[in-house]
């Protein structure tokens, strides 16, 4: 059975950081694509970091750009995603979710499995 699980969620103050961790289990790594995806309360779900562990092929969100890094340690079977100078806007529950067939295109209908998710808040 696929599965993702991921950790690292909690509460920061605006500025801070946090990493998320997502193991994944269930299919082949190293040939697929993993993403984080976001939803906060009353909000669609977004995209926001996608990752190839084949070769490293990274995508970004505008948001997430310059202050999120997406990385795979491919001995683990686990992506991160370093979150740095957070914003109270990035308060959501974070997915990570994985794409099997590893097109690595950061919209969520590209990705067959879904983890549980993570909460992230973020106070001002």
């Known amino acids: 059975d696929v599965q993702l699980q991921a950790s690292g969620g909690g509460l920061v103050q605006a500025g801070g950081s946090l990493r998320l961790a997502c193991t994944a289990s269930g299919f082949p790594f190293d040939e697929s694509a993993i993403g984080w995806f976001r939803q906060a309360p009353g909000k669609e779900r977004e995209g926001v970091a996608c990752?190839?562990?084949?070769?490293?092929?990274?995508d970004y969100s505008n948001s997430a750009k310059g202050r999120f890094t997406i990385s795979s340690d491919n001995a683990k079977n686990t992506v991160y995603l370093q979150m740095n100078s957070l914003k109270p806007e990035d308060t959501a529950v974070y997915y990570c979710a994985a794409d099997p067939a590893g097109w690595g295109i950061l919209v969520a209908y590209e990705f067959d499995h879904w983890g549980q998710g993570t909460q992230v808040t973020v106070s001002s």
């Open positions: 990752i190839k562990p084949s070769d490293n092929t990274t």
